[in-house]
């Protein structure tokens, strides 16, 4: 893209007058809004969605009148700290209508309370279910297949790694959208060229919260390009954001993949940051339809795939029935 690497200018005017603040600086408030169980209001009609509760992680089930083309596990970003179902209600609705998958949104546990391998944990354990019983979503179990951006991102493509070989029915495939898998000691050019927009990665709170004061960045199920090889893995869809601090670990994973044969798609987006931003672009838009025609042509390749843009509800858990 010729314009890579450069905000379009609302995106720039807006986040010169609402700079974010880094996590550290939170107020207890802060942090309870920035997880808070409600987001903004639906602006993308589905069907049916619930929440319910997998092995005793809380989840948001979006599910169409028609049969889905598969089934799609999201993990929100955030950092690992902030986020929910809730917030992140909004990209889970577009998922679901660009795919026309039934889609099941985790709310996994964050740091730092929560830190390595919890959300990991409580990824892998809805993904192994929906695996199991994709047929009760209406879906096919070898059409299920992981995404997520930023942290969100980051899960996907651990989750992934755990899977390899142990499951009898693989993923179909991994949607990363500008997933930060390179750990919190390597650093990228794009890291000091777009620091400070939507997080602060020069700051070592979020790795220091995530890995529980650890030093895990050799860990593969913590920076998934730490893994020796990526061979045996679903198809990857990789989605760049052309001013994202993680665009360098984007290429590197899609780059990966591709000597790996594993398919990767590296799509590239100059404004990723509008997923968080109240207000959405034509190049989100085209994203999210090139994202959704990609999803439903790999459905019949045994594939799926989606992303990202706008609304909300918040019913009360309820068990789901094996």
């Known amino acids: 893209m010729t314009d890579e690497g450069v905000l379009d200018p609302w995106v720039a005017e807006w986040l010169k007058s609402n700079p974010f603040l880094a996590f550290e600086d939170f107020t207890p408030e802060m942090m309870a809004l920035a997880r808070s169980p409600v987001g903004g209001p639906p602006t993308r009609d589905i069907a049916n969605v619930t929440d319910q509760v ?15 083309t598969g089934a799609v596990v999201y993990f929100h970003g955030g950092g690992f700290a902030i986020g929910s179902i809730g917030v992140m209600d909004n990209v889970a609705r577009e998922l679901a209508h660009s795919s026309g998958a039934t889609v099941v949104s985790v709310e996994y546990r964050l740091a730092p309370e929560h830190p390595y391998p919890a959300g990991l944990d409580d990824c892998e354990t809805v993904t192994r279910w929906v695996l199991q019983h994709a047929a009760e979503l209406g879906a096919s179990p070898d059409r299920v297949a992981v995404a997520g951006e930023s942290a969100g991102g980051n899960l996907s493509a651990a989750v992934t790694l755990r899977l390899r070989g142990k499951v009898e029915q693989p993923l179909a495939a991994q949607v990363l959208m500008y997933p930060g898998v ?5 650093r990228y050019p794009s890291q000091d060229e777009f ?3 939507v997080i602060n990665t020069s700051s070592p709170w979020v790795g220091d919260a995530y890995m529980g004061g650890r030093d895990l960045n050799d860990d593969p199920f913590v920076a998934p390009l730490e893994a020796e090889s990526l061979s045996g893995l679903p198809p990857a ?7 994202a601090s993680t665009r360098g670990g984007c290429r590197t994973t899609a780059w990966r993949s591709r000597r790996s044969v594993s398919p990767a798609s590296p799509t590239a987006s100059s404004t990723s940051a509008s997923l968080l931003l109240p207000k ?9 339809a090139r ?4 999803i439903r042509s790999r459905s019949s390749r045994r594939c799926e795939r989606s992303s990202a843009a706008t609304g909300t509800s918040a019913p009360s858990p309820r068990p789901l029935l094996r």
């Open 195 to 197: 620091d400070g927009i």
């Open 291 to 294: 994202r959704s025609r990609l």
């Open 54 to 68: 997998i092995d005793g992680v809380t989840v948001r089930v979006y599910e169409h009148n028609e049969s889905p």
């Open 237 to 243: 869809i990789v989605v760049l954001g052309g001013c």
């Open 280 to 288: 959405r672009t034509s190049a989100l838009a085209n994203s999210c």
């Open 182 to 186: 390179g750990g919190f000691k390597k």
